[in-house]
């Protein structure tokens, strides 16, 4: 049964809205004081709550705060009669899933609402409700984990457009969890009861990798010995998940344009025109507008596959979402690999949140099962954590990160170089530094240095520099 609270001082309004949204199988509770509903907010639970922005003497904001507070999956909506700029930004930054007008227009009212209660029931299956859930969670498949801002927007988003039979483009740094996000989509989708294939378009040629997706005749390439369906057939009517597709040559594009196109494709080696129905969800770390500027990528396909947007955020820009990480991981492995820790030590985990991790969830995973591997108690202790060649090993720090020790030499010699504005060179070296990394991409470079674009090109002019961009 799906819950609702309404918290409005307006009996009226309560009573409209109950009316509205109540069903079989949904239950709505309308209460007129803040009291009354921290007591309903407990005591049923609910999916969604629509909060009025002024109830009774209580500021509408402060309640919010309140619940998020207690509650940091709730997802509220916020109701005013009087909106203004100011109102609706305040609502978002704490943490409100929508903000909304009265009077109600009915149908974009129940449409907020539905989006609401599909984020959460997303929220409430992919994510652990507390660390006790965590240390409790099966060995078994992949999950989802976080609570963080940034992870909350991405729930928000797949709630949002799972049910819509549209292609979407997941994008994130390796190792962020793309295919989780794509299993999600597929879950909470009408297709959910058909297969979900993934491919790697990195891992195989551009023959092999043709073959895979679209099958191949008999006789159509030495070794081909008999007919074979490719994935989009094995997918009909169901997910077909494009991992890395930025690497797929333009060949083997253009081919994927027309089956989003069209849905018809031929095998390789026959004639017979193939139709299908597959909804495609694609993923990149690569930089596609760069990709697509240097005539590696299709323009064409690349609006194709982006209907919709999800960028997955990197471990560093979530760290609070690392202890829930690392508990669900010694829950998850800890049996598997015949551990008796069920935790990380205070200092070890204070080193894992203080690490940037380069190779982000994936590599967070392969340290903790490392560390269950090399521990000998209850916890995993700093001494049993081992980040690769380019983390810090041991409390002590020694080694220290390469990147601490570089930045220490370059203050150093900036220092000794007798040169007037030090300031001004360390500006320079870091936007040429940044720009390097982003191989070019001013948008990208003026990101990374939180700055604006316009900003970044007013130092470039000032300092002469010169973005050159890396063709691989």
């Known amino acids: 049964m799906q819950k609702i609270l309404i918290i409005d001082d307006d ?18 509770t309308a209460v ?6 921290f007591e309903a907010l407990r005591g049923e639970d609910p999916e969604l709550v629509l909060l009025d922005v002024r109830v009774g003497k209580a500021d509408g904001l402060d309640i919010l705060q309140a619940i998020r507070k207690e509650r940091p999956l709730q997802l509220v909506v916020i109701m005013t009669a009087h909106g203004t700029t100011e109102t609706a930004i305040e609502a978002m930054k704490r943490g409100a899933y929508d903000y909304l007008l009265k009077p109600f227009d009915s149908k974009t009212l129940k449409a907020t609402v539905e989006k609401a209660m599909a984020t959460a029931r997303l929220n409430r299956r992919v994510t652990t409700d507390s660390p006790e859930d965590s240390r409790k969670a099966p060995p078994s498949a992949d999950r989802i984990i976080g609570r963080s801002t940034a992870m909350q927007r991405v729930y928000k988003l797949i709630g949002q457009v799972a049910t819509r039979d549209v292609p979407v483009l997941i994008r994130g740094e390796s190792g962020t ?16 009861a058909k297969q979900f294939l993934a491919v790697n378009c990195a891992a195989l040629t551009e023959t092999l990798l043709e073959s895979e ?41 253009a ?16 004639h017979e025109t193939i139709n299908v129905n597959v909804r495609i969800i694609a993923a990149t770390h690569q930089d596609l507008e760069l990709r697509i500027k240097d005539g590696r990528f299709r323009e064409d396909l690349y609006y194709r596959l982006r209907v919709v947007e999800i960028m997955l955020p990197s471990l560093r820009e979530r760290r609070e979402d690392i202890p829930e990480l690392v508990r669900y991981m010694i829950a998850r492995h800890r049996e598997i690999l015949m551990s008796e820790a069920t935790e990380a030590s205070a200092k070890a985990m204070d080193k894992l949140t203080s690490y940037d991790w380069p190779g982000n969830v994936r590599q967070l995973e392969n340290v903790i099962r490392r560390g269950l591997v090399l ?58 530094r940044a720009l390097e990394k982003m191989n070019g991409n001013q948008v990208r470079t003026a990101k990374l240095l939180g700055i604006t674009r316009n900003t970044l090109r007013s130092r470039l002019e000032k300092f002469g520099l010169k973005p050159k961009v890396n063709v691989v």
Request: contains cysteine; hydrophobic residues 35%; charged residues 30%.
């Open 375 to 432: 521990c000998n108690g209850p916890s995993i202790t700093i001494e049993d954590l081992d980040f690769g060649p380019d983390g810090p090993r041991t409390e002590s720090g020694a080694p220290r990160q390469a990147a601490e020790e570089d930045m220490e030499a370059l203050i150093d010699r900036l220092l000794a170089s007798g040169k007037d504005s030090l300031i001004e060179e360390m500006e320079r070296l870091l936007i040429a």
């Open 177 to 192: 969890g793309k295919e989780l996000v794509a299993r999600a989509l597929w879950q909470h989708s009408a297709r959910n």
């Open 11 to 28: 009996e009226g309004v309560c009573y409209s809205l109950a009316r509205l949204l109540a069903s079989d199988d949904r239950r709505v």
């Open 32 to 37: 007129q004081n803040v009291e009354a509903g």
């Open 255 to 270: 081919k994927i344009l027309r089956v989003l196109q069209d849905g018809t494709f031929y095998r390789v080696g026959g």
């Open 213 to 253: 997706l679209f099958g191949h005749e008999k006789g159509a390439f030495t070794g081909a010995d008999t007919r074979k369906l490719g994935k989009f057939e094995q997918a009909d009517n169901g997910t077909l998940y494009l991992d890395e597709v930025g690497d797929m040559s333009l060949a083997t594009q």
